[in-house]
Nanobody, 121 residues
Framework: QVQLVESGGGSVQAGGSLRLSCAVSGYDCMGWFREVPGKEREGLAAYANRDDRTVYAGSVKGRFTISQDNAKNTLYLQMNTLKPEDTAMYYC??????????????????WGQGTQVTVSS
């Protein structure tokens, strides 16, 4: 099964920034998600090539930005003004074919292994 590869996680103090990267190639829709033990996976941001549309969850809108560098086959999640509640395992996900930019996990069938982000107060 095809797997995506995330990188860029780490530890940062509250108010700091991190940029996550995910190697992607040939996908039509892509998204970023996070998960905390005991809670459901949360969709954060998504992008669709078909209509160049992006969507964000309310919890990260204005702080996180999803972008794609086609030349580098890389998907990014720029995370600014990080808060302790942003601490989680972060995943990138992708889909091929007819799809929409959505933060619903069921829409994606390719997933990365996750990268940990820890924000200290």
């Amino acid at each position: 099964q095809v797997q995506l590869v995330e990188s860029g996680g780490g530890s940062v103090q509250a108010g700091g920034s991190l940029r996550l990267s995910c190697a992607v190639s040939g996908y039509d829709c892509m998204g970023w998600f996070r998960e905390v033990p005991g809670k459901e996976r949360e969709g954060l941001a998504a992008y669709a090539n078909r209509d160049d549309r992006t969507v964000y969850a309310g919890s990260v809108k204005g702080r996180f930005t999803i972008s794609q560098d086609n030349a580098k086959n890389t998907l990014y999640l720029q995370m600014n003004t990080l808060k302790p509640e942003d601490t989680a395992m972060y995943y990138c996900a992708a889909a091929r074919g007819y799809c929409h930019a959505t933060t619903q996990p069921y829409a994606y069938n390719y997933w990365g292994q996750g990268t940990q982000v820890t924000v200290s107060s």
